[in-house]
Nanobody, 118 residues
Framework: VRLQESGPGLVKPSQTLSLTCSVSGDYLTTSFRYWSWIRQPPGKGLEWMGAISGTGATYFNPSLESRTSISRDTSNNQFTLQLRSVAPEDTAVYYC???????????WGQGTQVTVSS
């Protein structure tokens, strides 16, 4: 399984960040699979943001839930993160990963740097 993140590298404060993860193959609807978004701000550890399951159910980090949406396009084997009202503190490398649990990541994308700046 290969994952690849895509999206803008620079977002202005207060805007919405949108990132897409492309998955190699028809895995997004497989039962008991969870596809996550994880980020790592500079100098800090990994932070799990949320996930979408094979049934389409979504799960979120409570600290980000009010600003976060995750959706999927099963016809194109993609899932998408939207983070609203971004601030400079949202600057990070963003990863997509999965799929065997909310905290078990056997497969990772290479990561994409997102900078929030005016």
């Amino acid at each position: 399984v290969r994952l690849q993140e895509s999206g803008p590298g620079l977002v202005k404060p207060s805007q919405t960040l949108s990132l897409t993860c492309s998955v190699s193959g028809d895995y997004l609807t497989t039962s008991f699979r969870y596809w996550s978004w994880i980020r790592q701000p500079p100098g800090k550890g990994l932070e799990w943001m949320g996930a979408i399951s094979g049934t389409g159910a979504t799960y979120f980090n409570p600290s980000l839930e009010s600003r976060t949406s995750i959706s999927r396009d099963t016809s194109n084997n993609q899932f998408t993160l939207q983070l609203r009202s971004v601030a400079p503190e949202d600057t990070a490398v963003y990863y997509c990963a999965g799929p065997y649990g909310l905290s078990r990541y056997d497969y990772w994308g290479q990561g994409t740097q997102v900078t929030v700046s005016s």
